[in-house]
């Protein structure tokens, strides 16, 4: 209730509770003076400037320094290097590998040609052994009458011999010092003319392939 005063009279007005709470409860707001100049570009309340919230001022990252720039530069550049020499390394052992392979498939190769070589001239011996020793039991009648057929059996054994030579065979001294690395001996016995330790007679031919041997000398030595 309100008291009202007239006259030295008063009368009791009727008051709206709901007026009154509401004018008791509601806080007084002030507003921001928009001409307020601000600094340094913020408003006056300390708010973020105009047209940046809060969340983007807190979370921009900090612009780096040079140095920062540089020192991150040559961490990534001795990395690039260091990746570079680990895959110039893999390259020259991959290279290395393959020239020691293609080393071994050669010699390999080359192993296997001089097998077959020998084989084939292993084999080619025994017929040369043949035409040696028929040349050595010609009868002399033989001799006398076929001179033309016999000159021409002996340009085939020519032939032969120079084949072989061509493919690297060479035969064994006949004569000389005894070397049991290349000479077999099958008998030792005094000998008038021959110095002891030396060949007497060859009995069969020996044969060297590229520096080895084919088969020994068969000789006799004189003791």
């Known amino acids: 209730m309100t008291e009202v005063k007239d006259n030295d009279m008063y ?16 806080p007084v707001v002030e507003q921001p003076d928009n001409n307020t100049p601000s600094i340094n570009g913020t408003a006056p309340n300390g708010d973020a400037p105009a047209g940046t919230t809060v969340e983007e001022s807190a979370s921009a990252p900090a ?34 590998e393959f020239q020691n392979s293609r080393r071994r498939q050669e010699k ?17 011996l025994p017929a040369i052994d043949d035409l040696d020793l028929a040349f050595q039991n010609v009868p002399p009648e033989v001799e006398q009458q ?16 120079q084949l072989l030579e061509d493919r690297g065979v060479k035969v064994i001294a006949k004569d000389g010092p005894f070397d049991p690395n290349r000479h ?18 060859t009995l069969r031919t020996g ?6 041997v084919l088969r020994p000398a068969l000789v006799r030595v004189a003791a």
Not at 17 to 24: F, M, Y
Not at 108 to 124: F, K, M, P, S, Y
Request: glycine share 4%; aromatic share 2%.
């Open 11 to 26: 009368t009791e007005q009727p008051t709206n509770p709901a007026t009154t709470e509401t004018s008791a409860a509601a």
């Open 63 to 96: 612009t780096p320094s040079d140095a920062e720039i540089i020192e991150q530069l040559r961490t990534e550049l001795a990395a690039a290097q260091a990746k570079a020499d680990d895959l110039l390394d893999k390259l020259q052992r991959t290279a290395a």
């Open 108 to 124: 390999q190769l080359a192993d296997e040609i001089d097998r077959a070589g020998t084989q084939v001239i292993n084999r080619l």
């Open 146 to 161: 076929g001179g033309a057929w016999m000159d021409g059996l002996r340009q085939i054994q020519k032939k032969l011999m």
């Open 184 to 201: 077999e001996a099958v008998s030792s016995e005094p000998s008038e003319t021959v110095e002891s330790g030396h060949i007497i007679q």
């Open 207 to 212: 044969y060297e392939y590229k520096e080895r």
